[in-house]
């Protein structure tokens, strides 16, 4: 795809090839150019993942099918560079829109492949325990907590073919209603109250256990 945006073919003399090499870190890798080839060498998937991506941007930068004759190496500085998705929904108010619990795509594939080149290896998505995470304190669980997850998954699956991981964005233990079913059945999870909410203690035996398996369910 990227060959044929920039008008070139992909059957002609000059070979590009990637091979397993020895590389000082993860992520890093090196690329050989001679008169005939490009050698692309990598010791995992992410470096081999950098070294494609920095020669479709030299071609870029060079406005043709031009590199520069001998021997570059690269790794990262910062091993984890994680951003917030531009096109996802912000779950607080005045909007409070959830990206898990509708079907748009939030992620396309362009804008995936523009964090990558752009060096992103990482996204976070906000959501809370109590939409996803079963645990044994209480019964009832979010009615639509199987589609959240099957998003996710989706989302976790898309953004991994990027080499872009997923971390939850999660600013647990949150606050609670009145009514919240958790809360009923242990009411020592109930600290003071903000905004008509009741906060989550977390210094009793139940709240230790809620955490534990609403994070080991997740």
Same mark, same amino acid.
């Given at each position: 795809?990227? @060959?044929?945006?920039?008008? *070139?073919?992909?059957?002609?003399?000059?070979?590009?090839?990637?091979?397993?090499a020895q590389t000082p870190k993860y992520e890093a890798f090196r690329m050989i150019v001679s008169e005939t080839e490009c050698r692309i060498q990598a010791n995992d998937t992410e470096g081999m993942r950098r070294g494609i991506f920095y020669l479709e941007d030299e071609l870029l930068?060079?406005?043709?099918?031009?590199?520069?004759?001998?021997?570059?190496?690269?790794?990262?500085?910062?091993?984890?560079?994680?951003?917030?998705?531009? @096109?996802g929904p912000i779950k607080r108010p005045p909007m409070n829109r959830d990206e898990l619990a509708d079907d748009v795509d939030y992620y396309p594939e362009n804008y995936l492949n523009r964090l990558a080149h752009d060096g992103v290896n990482g996204l976070w998505l906000t959501f809370e325990f109590k939409d996803l995470c079963k645990t044994s304190?209480?019964?009832?669980?979010?009615?639509?907590?199987?589609?959240?997850?099957?998003?996710?998954?989706?989302?976790?699956?898309?953004?991994?073919?990027?080499?872009?991981?997923?971390?939850? @964005?999660?600013?647990?233990?949150?606050?609670?209603?009145?009514?919240?079913?958790? *809360?009923?059945?242990h009411p020592e999870l109930g600290g003071g109250t903000a905004g008509g909410q009741r906060l989550f203690c977390p210094f009793?035996?139940?709240?230790?256990?809620? *955490?534990?398996?609403?994070?080991?369910? *997740?």
């Open positions: 795809a990227f @060959f044929t945006a920039l008008g *070139l073919p992909d059957n002609g003399p000059f070979k590009i090839i990637t091979e397993s930068r060079a406005d043709g099918p031009f590199l520069k004759v001998g021997e570059i190496q690269r790794s990262p500085f910062i091993h984890t560079r994680v951003s917030r998705c531009f @096109f304190l209480v019964q009832q669980c979010s009615p639509d907590r199987g589609q959240r997850l099957e998003k996710l998954r989706k989302t976790v699956a898309k953004c991994r073919r990027y080499g872009i991981q997923v971390f939850p @964005f999660c600013i647990e233990p949150v606050a609670m209603a009145p009514g919240n079913p958790l *809360l009923k059945a009793s035996e139940a709240a230790q256990t809620y *955490l534990r398996e609403a994070m080991f369910d *997740l």
